[in-house]
């Protein structure tokens, strides 16, 4: 199943947009291969935050016995790896080294857990009266290369393939810790959840996800953190609090002049806010790319992302006489955004 579709979002530069492009191409993959599947829960495009780390996962598969984070690479050329796992790519006819895209899903596999950890009470259940933990639930990482990149490997690295191939790979994964939690290799065994536990896990990540945009939204000088809605998100189950059903942060509206491009209005939504800077002087307005707002401080423009207020799907904004309305591409519901 698609718990959380694929929001595209084009950076400004030609590297953004080809990194948006190979995000995509691994979600049409993964969307193909698992999306009947009650037994396995996708998500792409997941930010979530614990303590003061972020982490940015492009996809994220969940099933029973782990789950498996797939790091998208944009790669038109060639990347090399070396025996010591050390990364390096060509460009323009020259190699430069580059990140390992492994240590970075790695830290964000370690973040997540931590997270996933921290609730354990409100999401797994207890073993002969023992707490389950999420220490023990099985992280794998895998790195998906664009399908027109090449990929030299010195010695054999199992977890870094060509995108077309990731889905085979996340099912041979599943299918080796479903055996390794079997009474046959107990000795192995790591976490495994029940059908209600993979649910309410599921509807966590979904209520926890904020997009990059939102990171502003959060008050300075505390640790609590909190997030500015535009509607309230449903409650989680087992997950109480502050992730719970809550009411639209309301903020006087603040005039604007208009912005190039199409009219629109001048006041934008209650949690809209630059991602460029703190301001939330904005002007929605449209054009040949779609819907934006226009900052009035920085004059840097902040694409229109909203999710569903029902069921935290992608939402299409479109414009229809002079406002802006957010289109749910899962159930279809629609609300005024600007």
Known sequence: MIAKAFVS???????????????????????????????VQVFHNVRVQHGKDVAQIDHLVLHA??????????????????ARGEWSREYAGKWSGMPSPELQGRRQA??????????AAQLIGTLLGVQKRFGAFRADVLVAVSDGGLIERATDHANVHKADQIPQRVSDLMRDRRGRNSVLHFWEAGLSLSEPEVAAVTRFLKARHRDRAEKSAQPRGTGEERRVQTAPIEAVGPVTGRHGTGKPV???????APAPGRPGRSTPPPAARCRHC???RLTATSGPYGAYFRCQDCQQNTRMVFACP???????????????????????????VA
Do not use: W
Request: proline fraction near 4%.
């Open 9 to 39: 979002v084009p950076g400004q530069d030609r590297f953004q947009r080809a990194g948006d492009a190979a995000e995509r191409q691994m979600a049409h993959y993964l969307d193909r291969a698992f999306a009947q599947r009650p037994d």
């Open 65 to 82: 016995h782990g789950l498996v984070i797939i790091e998208s690479k944009s790669v038109t050329t060639r990347v090399r790896i070396n």
């Open 110 to 119: 370690d973040l997540l857990l931590k997270l996933l950890d921290a609730h």
């Open 250 to 256: 309301t903020r006087k509206p603040e005039a604007s």
């Open 278 to 280: 703190p301001s939330t």
């Open 310 to 336: 029902k069921c935290q799907g992608a939402t299409s904004v479109r414009q229809d006489a002079g406002h802006f309305h957010a289109e749910c591409r899962a159930c279809g519901h629609t609300h005024r």
